[in-house]
């Protein structure tokens, strides 16, 4: 079994990475291999809109959305994170969602076998967890276009660094509690 998380944060070293290896602690606990990619450190270019994929099976940029797209095929599950910017997702998570593109074929059928597991995590500045969920949801719509199957969604809420979602108890919980459901 394997458990890839893409983090769309440029702190590697903050909350939403925090959360992400929170959630993954079930998964490697049970011999299940793990791997973070963070975004901010790779060179992945904007989708130009070329549908060169259309007609090749694979997109035309060659750079480091090569290395995920092999992962999304072949991770059993999947943990996609943001912090809250501006009201929404990073851009370096938009950037790779939108590079999704290439894995549909011309007909818009997914590339990635289904029955994967999805979890999302958001960490947000902004007390109310409510506040931002539709970030949250646009994910999960997104990735159930590729066959994946929800597991679950954590939102850090009222956080700004590392040290303040260490004592929310309640949200490591639910979120080594999804980890169990990547299993």
Known sequence: ????????????????????????????????ETKIYNLAKMDIGCCLGCEVCRKTGSCARKDD????YDELK?????IISTPIYMGGMTGQLKTFIDRCFALKDAGRNSLIPAGKKLA???????????????????IEYIFQGFG??????????GVHNTDELLKEEAVLKKAREIGKQLI
């Not at 959305?65 to 995920?68: E, F, K, W």
């Not at 960490?123 to 646009?138: E, L």
């Open 1 to 32: 079994m394997k458990v890839v998380g893409i983090l769309g944060s440029a702190r590697e070293n903050g909350s939403t990475n925090c959360l992400i290896k929170e959630m993954m602690k079930e998964p490697a606990a049970g011999g299940a």
């Open 65 to 68: 959305m090569r290395a995920l």
């Open 74 to 78: 072949t991770a059993d599950a999947l």
């Open 120 to 138: 999302v995590v958001i960490t947000q500045g902004a007390p109310m967890p409510d506040h931002y969920i539709k970030t949250a949801d646009r």
């Open 148 to 157: 994946y199957i929800h597991a679950g969604t954590v939102i850090a809420a």
